[in-house]
């Protein structure tokens, strides 16, 4: 049988779950607001209970996803600097070194891509 590791904790997966589902509320209600004049927004806006309803849930999932935000940053320098994380996922030299690489080999200028470890840019 395989090993397998947990990559993130229950908070860090609900973390990125609150961040999905509140960019799609904003998306949804958003996308519906400025096209008004669709069929299918005025539908989904119906659905939502009108207009004022539409703009009180966007709003609303505006502030959560801004909150969201700013609580990953906070965990992410508070873990960095206090609980000593590595920051693995923070853009390095290298990183840009491969891009460049890779878009050389998309434009036919290298004969092989980058090669990257297991997490590449």
Known sequence: MKDTYRRFNA??????LVQIVTFCV???????????????????ILKLGGIDNARIIHRGAGLLFS????????????????????PSMIITKSDFKSAVHNIKYYLGIENLPSISGKYNY
């Open 11 to 16: 908070a860090r997966i609900i973390e990125q």
């Open 26 to 44: 904003l998306v949804a209600t958003g996308l519906s607001r400025k096209f008004y004049s669709s069929d299918i927004s005025v539908w989904f």
């Open 67 to 86: 909150l969201a935000a700013v609580v990953h940053i906070v965990v992410a320098i508070y873990g960095t600097i206090v609980r000593k994380w590595q």
